[in-house]
């Protein structure tokens, strides 16, 4: 995906005030609008102009666009970092423009608009002839463990405030936010009165974070269920056994491993996953992990068993499983 300098395409500094950017489009428009234009290239042109003046119009999507474009140039390969919009406040129903035809770009930065504004938050309402705040939202990375069982935790956000020159300054705040176990991706967690203010008395908005949980070195999220691989040594997995699994709230859970468990093979075990009603299940994958032939003791072990299993074929034994595999499939 390549990266779009959107100051470039509107042809204004980055700096530019509002008025400017304002003034850059409308002498676009008018340039490539389909209707008046002759130039070959006017749908596309125009589009382009549409999408950036989208952003930079846009005190928040302008704020969001610059912190991650700093240094950034225009057509450069691009990908945006994970979880690079976690963090961010913003007002209403955020990054949905609903069903504008714009690029890929655009997509990945403010194309997913939150599931809880969308379905959940509320705008300024009118109560009583005052004027409610308006509902908040962000979305905030949290560890696996946290989510799990359950935390307090004081987390940052950035917050777009209005400067007196139409643009917009990330402040930040810091709130303490109580976790609920087994909190999902992409639930929401409400915060009464931490969105907007309200206006002529009346309350404040709310503020929802959007869950999203931080990449984990062992664990994998799938719906309910949680993945990760399960290493065993080659006598374990041949001979079956009885191993210690860590969860990711400390407790520890013993998990039996069948004999001829081959590297690759799915355990499930039904109800110690995600917590919830009802709860998840866990899948591990086998994964055989072979002493090094460096150490003397492994080496000959190995040595012996290439001597006496000899009519031991393992590309001829995987090529059996596989074919076995794929009519338990067709089977399906």
């Known amino acids: ?60 999507k302008r704020a969001a666009y610059d912190a991650i474009g700093q240094g950034r140039r225009q057509g450069e390969s691009f990908t945006p970092p994970p979880g690079w919009d976690a963090g961010f406040e913003f007002s209403g129903r955020g990054f949905d423009e609903g069903g504008q035809d714009f690029s890929e770009f655009f997509s990945e930065l403010f194309g997913r608009a939150t599931r809880g504004a969308r379905a959940r938050g509320r705008g300024a309402a009118r109560e009583h002839g005052a004027l409610r705040g308006e509902d908040h939202h962000a979305r905030v990375l949290l560890e696996l ?17 209005l400067q007196p020159d139409g643009r917009a300054r990330l402040v930040e705040r810091t709130l303490e936010v109580r976790i609920p176990a087994g909190v999902k991706p992409g639930q929401m967690i409400r915060l009464a009165g931490q969105g907007g203010p309200g206006l002529g008395g009346a309350p404040a908005g709310d503020l929802f974070l959007e869950v999203q949980l931080r990449p984990h070195p062992r664990w994998r999220f799938d719906g309910r269920t949680l993945v ?27 998990v039996r491993v069948p004999a001829d468990a081959q590297g690759g093979r799915m355990l499930r075990v039904p109800g110690k996953g995600w917590p919830g009603t009802p709860r998840g299940d866990l899948e591990l994958i086998v994964r055989v ?42 089977d399906r």
Do not use: C
Not at 237 to 253: E, M, N
Not at 297 to 310: D, G, H, N, V
């Open 228 to 254: 990760a691989e399960l290493p065993v040594a080659p006598w374990e997995a041949a001979l079956g056994a009885v191993l210690p699994l860590q969860l990711p709230d400390g407790s520890t859970l013993k």
């Open 145 to 161: 463990e946290d989510a799990w069982r359950g935390a307090t935790r004081q987390i940052d956000l950035r917050v777009p405030q």
């Open 289 to 330: 992990v072979l002493p090094s032939a460096w150490d003397p003791r492994a080496r000959s072990l190995y040595e012996r068993m290439a001597a006496e299993l000899t009519d031991f074929d393992a590309r001829r034994v995987a090529a059996a499983e596989n074919e076995r595999a794929a009519g338990t499939e067709e």
């Open 1 to 60: 995906m390549e990266f779009k300098d959107y100051y470039q395409i509107l042809g204004v500094p980055r700096e530019a005030k509002p008025e400017q950017i304002k003034k850059a489009y409308r002498s676009l428009a008018r340039k490539y609008h389909p209707d008046v234009s002759k130039e070959p290239d006017a749908a596309a042109r125009m589009s382009e102009v549409n999408e950036a003046h989208a952003v930079l119009s846009d005190p928040e």
